[in-house]
């Protein structure tokens, strides 16, 4: 009879135990979009600018568009459009038509923009990477041209000096250093990615340089930072500058991902 009471009362504590829930799963639970839905600002580090206001709209059909104004450059905004999805439970990706995505984190009220590699960046402007809700407010600026809208100072070839704000050296790439060599005459570009010849037309639009018809030979190379400038020109359009002798390419995301010098 005793260990027949006792056998109830294990499946009893048994029972219990299947239907609890705590609350840490529950929180881990993918939030759904219209959760996460809405409007998003804040003014995020430029690498040759003041800084840039970065508004950030997701709607409820998981698309989203961005503005950025670059401050004390040009008050036109940069406009970007694309669709939205979850990675994880706690990570979206922006994916604009075929280019690489870039990653947000989603915190409570707010939301953190990430490194290429889903991590928080670190250092004295980390904070600045987070977006508040509500719409950020771009300072009353005189219109003046970018620092950089000409043509002329574009022409000529430009070697790569840093990469994803990381400098290089030959030995990271098969023969010599990536370069990209505009012809202001014929709007054509062509380089060398670290491993194969590479070209295309170009476009200027204020300080936004957009490249078109890209091509590149097929030479297989070993090189440890060769597959990272293809995929940068993949990205096709970017907002420019040029001071102090350097060219600076910005990606969507308001980060330096080519510097160059002649």
């Known amino acids: ?72 450059e040009d008050v036109r905004p940069y406009n970007e459009a694309g669709k939205y999805y979850y990675i994880n439970e706690h990570i979206i990706a922006l994916q604009k038509d075929t280019n690489l995505p870039s990653f947000i984190q989603v915190e409570e009220k707010r939301l953190r923009m990430l490194d290429g590699d889903t991590q928080i960046i670190q250092g004295d402007l980390a904070d600045m990477y987070i977006l508040k809700e509500g719409r950020a407010e771009v300072p009353k600026q005189e219109s003046k041209p970018a620092t950089v809208a000409t043509t002329t100072t574009l022409s000529g070839k430009w070697v790569l000096k840093k990469l994803s704000g990381r400098s290089v050296s030959a ?62 020109l993949n990205s096709n359009t970017f907002a420019y500058t040029i001071a102090n002798g350097e060219l600076t390419l910005t990606g969507a995301n308001g980060k330096a991902v080519f510097t160059a010098t002649k």
């Open 1 to 72: 009879m005793r260990l027949f009471s006792l056998y109830i009362l294990a499946l009893c504590f048994s029972l219990t135990a299947c239907n609890s829930h705590t609350p840490e799963q529950e929180t881990l639970a993918t939030p759904e979009p219209r959760k996460v839905a809405g409007q998003y600002g804040g003014t995020i580090p430029c690498a040759s600018c003041e800084g840039i206001v970065y508004n950030l709209e997701l709607k409820e059909d998981s698309t989203y568009t961005s503005e950025m104004v670059y401050l004390g």
């Open 171 to 232: 030995t990271d790439f098969a023969r010599e250093l990536p370069y990209m060599d505009f012809n202001q005459k014929e709007k054509h570009m062509s380089g060398y990615d670290g491993c194969n010849r590479t070209g295309g037309d170009y476009t200027i639009e204020g300080n936004t340089l957009k490249f078109g018809g890209l091509f590149s030979t097929k030479m297989a190379c070993i090189t440890r930072r060769g597959d990272e400038f293809a995929a940068f």
